[in-house]
């Protein structure tokens, strides 16, 4: 296992998904039969790049989310 500082690089993608089954949004919510979008999160090692936590949002929760500048 690798120390935190060794993280060399680390990438975000952002996918626009649709919820055929139910999911447990991060504040706790369930959404079903509805739009969400996925942050995963991503680090470099040696060998490409590995997924290290995914982000499940709504529409409004992202926005709020890139408008203050977090993500």
Known sequence: MKW???IVAKRVNIYKKFAWRPIRLDNGN??????YYEEVYFYS?????????????????YM?????GVG
């Open 64 to 68: 709020m989310r890139k408008l203050s």
């Open 30 to 35: 369930l959404l079903w039969l509805g739009r």
């Open 45 to 61: 090692s040696g060998f490409g790049y590995r997924r290290l936590a995914s982000c499940y949002y709504t529409k409004d929760e």
């Open 4 to 6: 935190n500082n060794a």
